[in-house]
């Protein structure tokens, strides 16, 4: 009698344990293509190691990784730390037309291409991102990829321009429309502001803000303000040999304003889009639109295809469960 109890809670268990991972195995991680400035800042770092974990934990795929910024070391810089996560193939794509140039004035980049291992040392040794976007798109299923832009939004607008060619008999919009599920870029300040990432590159954030045919989730510059990370990482005894804690070392003692850690304004768009934003942000829906000078402003619309993030999480607990990611 005991023993067929026991069996019977077993079924039970099994039951629902398999509910689980069926669940589990339909929704599948979320197939990523980050685009990065990988430069200017040092939050990209931090970014793309909690991308790197989140793949660790099978909550992602990353299909590919992109620079939108001209800098010749962006493309290295990038390989060199999918290496280092112990992703060498995931494919780089780089700017092959007009882009923004800017390099990392603390030198991080300089630094980490002295001291890990990596393939390439130009961005003119890597691929164009606008063909790799659209050899990636054309082989994708419906509305399978989530795109996650933390740096201009240059290749993004070139790829909505681009025509048909022997990669698709799409235009870049339609595949856009087609294959890409949502956008979760890290630009713009709401209701209204001015931000680095829109107005560096301004015609081309304002061509993906009016045409950009899916849903585009933003994590303004308000978000990521508030979570201030890389202390915890730099003073880590026990990771060694890491570029995450090697730039972040270098580059917090070198501003007064990074005392209490780094903004973590690219690490909020790469959570938010892999996990999805119900934990850590409220959404206000509507429209953004571009004002003068790379301003950009917000129409409440309740049907509206833009989100904007307001903080849910205190941003303390946000700090702690990113930072936790960026030294796994
Ligand atoms: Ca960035």
Redesign the pocket.
Known sequence: MNGNRIAKNYLVLLFFMGGFFLKGNTQGPVKVILD???G??Y??VG?IAVLHSLADKGEAEILATMSCNHHYLTGPTIELLNTYFKRPHIPVGVPRLLAVSMGAPQKWPQLLMKSYPHCYNSNDELPDAIQLYRELLAKADDSSITVIA??FLTNLSDLLRSPADKISPMTGTELVKKKVKKLVS?AGRFPVGREY?VYKDALSATEVINRWPTQIYFSGWEIGNEIRTGLKVAGNAQLKNSPVKDVFSQCIPMAPMDSLGRMS??QTAVLAGIRGSNRYFDLVAGRMVMLENGKNGWINMSDGRHFYYVMKMPPGKLSEEIELLMMR
């Open positions: 990065t400035d990988m200017p800042d939050d990209d970014a933390i740096g890290m990432n304004w690219d």
